[in-house]
C-alpha cells in the first residue's frame, strides 16, 4: 500500500516538474520608438522639478471665516473659475479657500485682477509650510 502512495506522488511530481519546465509564461519584446530628445527633456524637466519648492508660489486667498460659508465660497470660485485648483484649509478658527499655486508674482497679479471681480477681499500671498 505504501509503494502504490510512493509511486502516485512520485509519478504526480514528475508530471508537474515536466509542465512547468515545458510551459512558458507570457514572453514577448517591446520596440520602443521615440525620438531620443524625448528622454532629454524629461531629464531637464525632472532637474527643474527637484528644485522647485511648492511653499515657494503664491496662492490667493478668496475667503476666510465659517466652514459652511467657505464650502460655499468654494463652489462659486469653481463654477466661475474652472482654470484653477482650490482647498479649504482649516487655521483656528477659521476655514480658509486658497485657490491656484503660481510660479511668480506676476502670475498671481494676472489672476488676482480676474478673480477680484467676484470676489472683492481676495489677495495673495505665500504659505509658510
Do not use: C
Request: net charge positive; hydrophobic share 35%.
Amino acid at each position: 500500500m505504501k509503494t502504490l502512495n510512493l509511486n502516485t506522488i512520485f509519478l504526480s511530481l514528475t508530471i508537474i516538474v515536466l509542465s512547468i519546465s515545458f510551459s512558458y509564461g507570457q514572453q514577448g519584446k517591446i520596440d520602443l520608438n521615440q525620438d531620443d530628445k524625448i528622454t532629454t527633456l524629461v531629464n531637464l524637466r525632472k532637474e527643474m522639478n527637484k528644485n522647485e519648492n511648492p511653499s515657494d508660489r503664491y496662492k490667493i486667498q478668496i475667503y476666510s471665516g465659517n466652514r459652511a460659508t467657505a464650502e460655499a465660497s468654494q463652489s462659486d470660485f469653481k463654477s466661475k473659475f474652472d482654470k484653477w485648483s482650490t482647498i479649504m484649509v482649516f487655521e483656528t478658527p477659521n476655514y480658509k479657500i486658497w485657490a491656484g499655486s503660481f510660479r511668480n508674482r506676476l502670475e498671481a497679479d494676472r489672476a488676482l485682477k480676474e478673480i477680484k471681480q467676484n470676489f472683492s477681499g481676495a489677495f495673495i500671498f505665500k504659505p509658510k509650510k
